[in-house]
């Protein structure tokens, strides 16, 4: 599988004493071909980021072009931990988590633990994932593919820099939303 067709996830940016819901944005492309947006909410440090998602690849009218869904990291909104085996379960789709480098792991595992409700829950799911792995000048984690499908595509769908169009587009577009321009960098 050529993994050429994917939807990417990035949460909008919001203040640190915000509470409520977050916008989310995805992107679809085609290899480098943007093809759709589509936007949610999900809940600061909530519990509903794996529905929502599920529900934005069907609303994006692509479900059965797409090969694969790609998240900016595992959660969205602060703490709201995305379950990437259900949302694989959800949509049929396998899941590719990036990271511009790996997340302290011992501060996360205290945050959630000590100051996020249902944090013991979450850090499960965020353990259960295993530790990220270096991937073509990223940090992965994934649900559903090999270690060489995440190299292959990663390859196809990286343009510009080492982040995947779907993901540098959504955080484009979510930070030009919010907050009226859009800059690169910190993806």
């Given at each position: 599988m050529s993994f050429s067709h994917a939807i990417g996830f990035d949460d909008a940016p919001f203040a640190r004493e915000h509470r409520g819901?977050?916008?989310?944005?995805?992107?679809v492309y085609a290899r480098d071909t943007l093809h759709g947006v589509v936007s949610g909410r999900v809940?600061?440090?909530?519990?509903?980021?794996?529905?929502?998602?599920?529900?934005?690849?069907?609303?994006?009218g692509a479900r059965e072009h797409l090969h694969l869904i790609l998240l900016q990291g595992v959660a969205l909104a602060g703490?709201?931990?995305?379950?990437?085996?259900?949302l694989s379960a959800l949509?049929?789709?396998?899941?590719?988590?990036?990271?511009?480098?790996?997340?302290?792991?011992?501060?996360?595992?205290?945050a959630l633990l000590t100051r996020v409700p249902g944090g013991a829950r979450k850090w499960r799911l965020i353990e259960a994932l295993g530790p990220m792995?270096?991937?073509?000048?990223?940090?992965?984690?994934r649900?559903?593919?090999?270690?060489?499908?995440?190299?292959?595509?990663?390859?196809?769908?990286?343009?510009?820099?080492r982040i995947p169009e779907p993901l540098r587009a959504a955080h484009l577009i979510a930070g030009g939303v919010t907050r009226g321009s859009s800059r690169g960098g910190r993806v």
């Open positions: 819901n977050v916008a989310i944005y995805g992107t809940r600061r440090d909530g519990r509903n980021s794996t529905s929502e998602l599920a529900r934005l690849v069907t609303a994006s703490f709201n931990v995305v379950d990437a085996p259900a949509t049929g789709l396998p899941v590719l988590i990036v990271a511009r480098r790996p997340p302290d792991v011992d501060r996360l595992r205290a792995e270096p991937c073509r000048g990223v940090w992965v984690q649900v559903g593919l090999s270690l060489p499908q995440a190299e292959a595509a990663l390859a196809t769908l990286t343009v510009t820099g």
